[in-house]
T-cell receptor, first 114, second 112 residues
Framework: KQEVTQIPAALSVPEGENLVLNCSFT??????LQWFRQDPGKGLTSLLL?????REQTSGRLNASLDKSSGRSTLYIAASQPGDSATYLC?????????????FGSGTRLSIRP | SQTIHQWPATLVQPVGSPLSLECTVE??????LYWYRQAAGRGLQLLFY??????ISSEVPQNLSASRPQDRQFILSSKKLLLSDSGFYLC???????????FGPGTRLLVL
């Protein structure tokens, strides 16, 4: 059974720092991995999607990497800003699952201090 | 462009009362549709998904049900709410196949 873990559950850093959020998954048989952002009381916004054949994806100050064989992904945020404060969720789409199902981690709640 | 709507945004219901949450998608046809629940401090749990009208797959046993009466409409229901049904309910859609899911704004349900 695929399990997705995100550590730490919460992180607080001062503005301007570069930071890394971690995601691990137990079964390397995945189609893709996706990083989402969730603001308090809101829905999820897709940030980056990495296909299983890819190593990384970049969007602005965000860079996501994928090491499928070791079951790990990182989300790198450069030059953090207070507006980056949110909960970041990673999710994988397992190969061995019902159609269209993705498995979420419980998220890392990020707080950027001005 | 595609948009996804959920209503109501917030709902407070007594235990034992019925529930109906609605999700609609605009700007696409034949989407895959999903219902998730997010309990406080926890990840998202997939409840139901649908690949077409009248086609519903349930992921976890519970007192909730889902229906898809129209191509772009997905409804989450319950005949009698439990305290444990409280949470944040998110609807999502994706194109057919292994595609990115796009989420609605969510409905916060509090059962008292």
């Amino acid at each position: 059974k695929q399990e997705v873990t995100q550590i730490p559950a919460a992180l607080s850093v001062p503005e301007g720092e570069n930071l890394v959020l971690n995601c691990s998954f137990t079964d390397s048989a995945i189609y893709n991995l996706q990083w989402f952002r969730q603001d308090p009381g809101k829905g999820l916004t897709s940030l980056l999607l990495i296909q299983s054949s890819q190593r990384e994806q970049t969007s602005g100050r965000l860079n996501a990497s994928l090491d499928k064989s070791s079951g790990r992904s990182t989300l790198y945020i450069a030059a953090s800003q207070p507006g980056d404060s949110a909960t970041y969720l990673c999710a994988v789409r397992p190969v061995r699952s019902s159609a269209s199902k993705i498995i979420f981690g419980s998220g890392t709640r990020l707080s950027i201090r001005p | 462009s595609q948009t996804i709507h959920q209503w109501p945004a917030t709902l407070v219901q007594p235990v034992g009362s019925p529930l109906s949450l609605e999700c609609t998608v605009e700007g696409t046809s034949n989407p895959n549709l999903y219902w998730y629940r997010q309990a406080a401090g926890r990840g998202l749990q997939l409840l139901f998904y649908s690949v077409g009208i009248g086609q519903i797959s349930s992921e976890v046993p519970q007192n909730l049900s889902a229906s898809r009466p129209q191509d772009r409409q997905f409804i989450l229901s319950s005949k009698k709410l439990l305290l444990s049904d409280s949470g944040f309910y998110l609807c999502a859609w994706s194109r057919s196949g292994i595609k990115t899911q796009y989420f609605g704004p969510g409905t916060r349900l509090l059962v008292l």
